[in-house]
């Protein structure tokens, strides 16, 4: 819910701009000085309502939760005060209930006073298609940031039989309004964020590939659309059905499947994913939903290793990486083509293009995480590397760093992408109807060969069979780690061990590399401890917010 004092700014601000004079909406004033009237009468103003709304999504991805992970940590030590004990309810920065809440106040406005604004007064035809357009943009930005609420805080609550999610609000709030809401059950957000998502899915074209229509062409592709929508929905859907919200049962499994199948479908049917290749090539449409692209290289100064003159501030885990897969398919301690003696040769080609590893090449370079190397610790930075590793997933190769050359790209953050769809599909319906069972058209094997077949491509994947055939448990687990290694960095981690009702806790691990001649050897550590209480499954409401408000109740075990 909007703190007292932030509601009472926007009322202040409403009735400010209904009191102003009014004249002609060409009028060159700033949109402060429009009366209510003139926001309204063409898209011109209105529009920047919606603008707004767009404006306040996430700008990068949501990096630092793998550190609250086993995925990775960061390349400083101690300073992960979250996982390593330090989670107050006082100290959470997990989960952005003003901005939500702000975002959804702009929404509301539009849909309440947008809805027959006009866009075109010399094209009839113009005229209707985007206000149609726009609208379900509205819809599905409503679902988006009442999603993000339920995402971050959903949990049970004491003296709660049930899962409680947030407080809804579809309209603009009044100062004379009762403020002080009861956070609705998890469900009952579940079925408004449906509704304004199947609202939106009705009113939206179904995806931006067209290369030249202005309503339906690439440059529309930051824009909300109907296959957004579905596949959005089948991730409300999936988490609705996870085991820590107290409703996994096999119809919410079978709801959370039949939706992404609905979405596989709309998005044209089971196939093939594009190869990695850069990951912030703007005409790859297995990106479902992307943000505006930008040219920068902050991410590369962040995350590049020193070598390539970048802070190498994420270092993933030796966890994460025994969990890539050998090029046969199977586990490492299971590979007939692994060794441990080269670590890095013969392995899932994903982890080539995820980690930047000791002996790694990248744009001529040589990186050099072992002992006295040059991205070790004390290398070209004090730090180096805590855990052997550095990211290279989501970073450019087009980017350089380099004193006198420098060169940036253009990047976006994918928010929606085939790659999740599909393994949300392939999870609810191994749970629904077991690994094997294709009457939503495909099965979770189906599926998961398509993801497999980007980092081992066309073998004969014995591993993958042997997990099916062992049942829903034993595919539950594979889909799960396959999961962790495809959404690696992108923010899912976090969440996914919590809905799965997996252990918080888990000792981080890295490597020293010791050089020998021309040989290495290994030495497996132990980085960093993470020390979660049970309770903290589920991420607290803001303080501040329970203080004002006295019917909103707090998650479990917060105090």
């Known amino acids: ?296 290289s902050f991410d590369e100064k962040d995350y590049y290793p020193p070598s390539l003159y970048g802070y190498g501030n994420c270092n993933p885990s030796q966890n994460l990486v025994d969990a890539f897969p050998a090029a046969d398919g199977y586990p490492i301690d299971k590979s007939a083509v692994y060794s441990s003696s080269q670590p890095y040769k013969n392995r899932d080609a994903r982890f080539e293009k995820f980690i930047f590893y000791n002996g790694n090449t990248y744009n001529k370079t040589v990186v050099s995480t072992y002992v006295g190397g040059a991205d070790a610790p004390g290398g070209l930075s004090q730090r180096g590397t805590r855990t052997g590793y550095y990211m290279k997933k989501l970073l450019s190769d087009k980017v350089s760093l380099t004193p006198g ?29 077991g690994p094997t069972d294709a009457s939503l058209g495909f099965s979770a094997l189906d599926v998961m060969k398509k993801i497999r077949k980007r980092g081992l491509g066309a073998i004969d994947d014995k591993y993958m069979s042997e997990q099916a055939s062992a049942g829903k448990d034993a595919f539950r687990a594979f889909i799960q780690n396959e999961r962790r290694i495809e959404l690696s960095f992108e923010g899912h981690r976090f969440w996914d061990v919590r809905r799965w009702n997996l252990p918080l806790n888990h000792m981080v691990k890295g490597v020293k590399i010791n050089q020998n001649g021309s040989d290495f050897t290994y030495e497996y550590t132990n980085v960093e401890e993470h020390s979660y209480q049970d309770y903290m499954r589920y991420v607290p409401l803001p303080y501040s917010q329970t203080l004002i408000m006295s019917n909103l109740k707090q998650n479990s075990g917060w105090k």
């Not at 100062?175 to 809401?181: A, E, H, K, R, S």
């Not at 990047?411 to 629904?432: G, M």
């Open 1 to 296: 819910m909007i703190k007292r004092e932030i509601m009472k700014r926007i009322i202040i601000f409403l009735i400010a701009i209904t009191t102003l004079a009014s004249c002609d909406f060409l009028d060159p004033r700033p949109i402060q000085d429009l009366t209510t009237d003139e926001l309204w009468s063409h898209a011109d103003y209105g529009e920047g309502i919606l603008t707004t709304a767009y404006g306040y999504l996430e700008s990068s991805y949501d990096i630092n939760s793998e550190y609250f992970t086993d995925n990775a940590v960061p390349s400083t030590t101690g300073s992960n005060n979250i996982a390593l004990g330090g989670w107050t309810l006082e100290n959470n920065t997990i989960g952005q209930w003003d901005n939500n809440y702000s975002n959804l106040k702009y929404v509301n406005l539009f849909l309440e006073n947008g809805k027959e604004m006009p866009y075109n007064v010399t094209d009839a035809y113009k005229d209707s298609i985007l206000r149609v357009y726009r609208t379900g943009e509205a819809y599905y930005l409503r679902g988006w940031y009442q999603w993000k609420l339920l995402q971050s805080f959903g949990g049970m609550a004491e003296g709660s039989s049930e899962a409680l999610g947030f407080p809804i609000v579809t309209k603009p709030l009044q100062i004379t309004d009762d403020l002080n809401l009861p956070r609705n059950t998890y469900e009952e957000c579940v079925a408004q964020i449906a509704s304004d998502l199947n609202a939106a899915f009705l009113a939206l074209p179904i995806d931006y590939t067209s290369a030249r229509d202005p309503y339906l062409g690439v440059k529309n592709r930051g824009r909300a659309s109907g296959l957004a929508a579905k596949t959005l929905l089948a991730r409300v859907y999936l988490y609705a059905a996870s085991p820590a919200f107290g409703n996994s049962n096999q119809q919410t499994w079978k709801r959370a499947a039949q939706a992404a199948a609905d979405a596989i479908t709309a998005a044209g049917g089971l196939k093939d994913l594009a190869v990695y290749g850069n990951f912030n090539d703007g005409m790859n449409f297995d990106n479902i939903w992307v943000s505006t692209s930008r040219s920068h």
């Open 405 to 433: 050359s420098e060169k940036s790209d253009y990047k976006f953050v994918t928010y929606l992408s085939k790659a999740e769809l599909y393994l949300n599909f392939a999870e609810a319906a191994n749970e629904a109807f």
